[in-house]
């Protein structure tokens, strides 16, 4: 019996000593400039803005993109929300995904004049633009000041999928660069992308076919800027006087030029984000409910 005891003592104290050095073992590997802890000791960071609006499928929306940035630990992310003040519904989502701490709520409501109506088809009318602005207002006011390092901007949009491989390669991009890559799903090709030289260094041209006379014709999701372009060029914002489908030249043509643009996702050869879109769904029960005089099928929920 005592035998059995010290052995049992002896491989208690073998697993306590394991522990311990783990625990030693993961401290370090926290220490190191690896892509998934750079926010460490003033590391580069992403700020990820996303415009948001109330529609049935926005807590999806989000909750997809907030289940995807857990596993970043690097993204600082920025919702704008097209209101006038921010929601609980937004707020909540942050709290329960573990990403307060690392996110910043803002509101900011579109003039009434550039509302979309009931029926207007999504593209009548820019969209994002008051809260795109409003993040990058916040970034000029809140990061002028902090040391300067290899963070980057993204306009990561709530109807997109993003593979986490991309915010790794965003880390690549140099200051003073724009990084580029492919998009899938966009611009009625299963691809758009940079067209590259030879030698896969420098964008000579895209392959869009839609608008293909833009400065820059390429997607909102294809392209994210380095932090010491956005604080350096004020002039670089969204506007509401552009013609469909500018909004990225409306930013890109005060900070730099196609030649200029930095080459990314292997050579442009990997499509790690994708313009999939939500279809609105047919909530069309919901409006007998509502006729009939009965509770909606929420009441009293959070969908």
Known sequence: ?????????????????????????????????????????GSP????????????????????????????????????????????????LLNRSGLSSRSTLLAAKTPSNF?????????????GVEQRNKALEWIRSHLRTRPRDK??????????????ELFNEMLRIEEGRVGVWPVGLVGGLMVERPMLNENGTRVVGFNSLWR???????????????????????????????????QE??????????????PLANKCTEILVWHTRTEPPKLTGENTLKKSGAKPSDFGMEV
């Not at 704008?80 to 937004?90: C, G, N, P, Q, W």
């Not at 509302?115 to 969209?127: A, Q, S, T, V, Y």
């Not at 963070?151 to 986490?164: E, L, P």
């Not at 293909?212 to 969204?238: T, Y």
């Open 45 to 92: 960071t992403i700020y990820a803005i996303t415009p948001t609006y109330y529609r049935p499928v926005q807590k999806a929306e989000l909750t997809r993109l907030a289940q995807t940035l857990m596993l970043v630990p690097f993204v600082h992310w920025i919702l704008i929300e097209d209101a006038s003040e921010t929601s609980h519904l937004v707020e909540n």
């Open 151 to 164: 963070s980057v901007v993204f306009f990561m949009d709530d109807d997109n999928v993003y593979s986490i």
């Open 115 to 127: 509302k979309l109506g009931k029926n207007d088809p999504n593209w009548i009318k820019p969209r």
């Open 1 to 41: 019996m005592l035998n059995f005891r010290r052995k049992h003592l002896l491989w208690l104290l073998v697993a306590v000593g394991g522990i311990i050095l783990l625990h030693k073992y993961l401290q370090q590997a926290l220490k190191c400039d690896c892509p998934g802890n750079v926010m460490e000791n």
């Open 212 to 246: 293909p006379e833009r400065q820059f014709p390429i997607d909102m999701a294809g392209f994210a800027i380095s932090l010491d372009l956005i604080l350096n060029n004020p002039k670089a914002v969204f506007s509401f006087d552009v013609e469909r489908g500018y």
């Open 249 to 262: 030249t409306a930013i890109l043509r005060h900070i730099t030029a196609v030649n200029k643009l930095q």
